[in-house]
């Protein structure tokens, strides 16, 4: 009897369009004879129940009696079968408040979860991911409430001209409208008001490498934290280019302890131990591209007190927008309070009032805060997913989740992304307990 395999239709929102697996995938799966696939018929996917019908799968309204049914966002509770299978991103691992139900109800249905957010290598490095995507996007997205923000208070400028990432239909239209933008830049300068026009990324990995590959299609020149306090002196500073500077841990946190030497390490394992020194660099920054992975225990970088205090001594600050790709709600940048979409993807925070305005107008901190951003690229975004996932496919199908934990045979990768097995939650994650406590 062959191996059943179920990719369920993605419904969290209507911008939600992604599959965990394309149909040229599907087709070199399902060319396995002791593997069948079951697609979940969907209206929306960015790829047609067709092109999975015609790529060899079953295309059915309920693949939930899979071996193994694989998603891209939280499967609904009452979706949940006993004794279920399941590969999604969980949104766990961090004690999120808003999926701890979930998290029990595979607990007393005794299924097994994998999460994607866990399929590490042996150094810990992420392996199936749309983060990139999202720091592409994120970039894009940036740039447009750029645009709108110096609008809104009475500058002309040339990000007037960028669209959001989902208006362009792909990265190759969005390459070139942003080239348009880059060349204005280069050839006609930006307005005086905007010069040296200062991009800020936090962060270095895959988010971060998806911002500056967008951003490397203007005129960019890259400066070390240290060049700042010069660059935004200059009497003159050039209006031909944009300014990026990418902060790594050191520039952005210190040792709590008086005289302790910052060591990345300790400071990953024990962030609680390390304080912001982030508000050194705000004041020469004019965009921020937010992409770290933050914890409650981590430092913020940016507090709604610090903010407050700002507005209050200097009326204005020069950062105008924060596109905040982590989207941690009160984490890293502490206003952001909620998570938006890509049809209505700003609001300004006050921080003198404490209150927030959607759109790009008012006093305060442009927030982009669009949460799912690469499902503004969801073909280009399902196919890089579904390249990495699909050479895990056929050990995940091979595993034997009825056997004891010890004698499930699992390459490493899975192993370290298995969360429960058998309602339990696996070693790794015990932490895990408090928080449903």
Sequence with gaps: MPHTLGIRLEDKNIWERRVPLTPAAVQRLAAQPDLEVRVQASPTRIFPDTEF????AHIVDDPFDADVVVAVKEIPTPLLRQGGSY????????GQ???????????ELRCNLFDYERVVDDRGRRLIFFSWFAGAAGAIDTLQAAGERYAAKGIANPFE???????????????????????????????QAMRPFVIGITGYGNVSQGAQHVLDWLPIQDITPEELPALTAMADPPGDRVFRVVFREEHMVEPVAEGAAFELMEYFQHPERYRTIFERWVPHLDLMINAIYWTTASPRLIS???LRGWFEEQGEIRLQVV????????GSVECLVKATEPDNPHFVYDPITDEITDGTAGRGLCMMAVDNLPCELPAEASKAFSDALEPFVADLMRADLTLPLAQVALPAPLRAALILHQGELTPEYRYMADFLR
């Excluded at 408040?97 to 607990?107: F, G, I, K, Q």
Aim: proline fraction near 3%.
């Design 304 to 306: 709604n007190a610090q």
């Design 53 to 56: 019908s015609a790529a060899g």
């Design 97 to 107: 408040p808003y999926n701890m139900a979930m998290l029990r109800r595979l607990m």
């Design 87 to 94: 590969v999604y991103f969980s949104h766990t691992i961090k």
């Design 323 to 330: 596109g905040d790709v982590s989207c941690d709600i009160g």
């Design 161 to 191: 001209q960028v669209g959001m990432t989902y208006s362009y239909g792909g990265l190759d239209k969005a390459e070139a409208g942003l080239r348009a933008v880059g060349e204005h830049i280069r050839t006609q300068g930006l307005p």
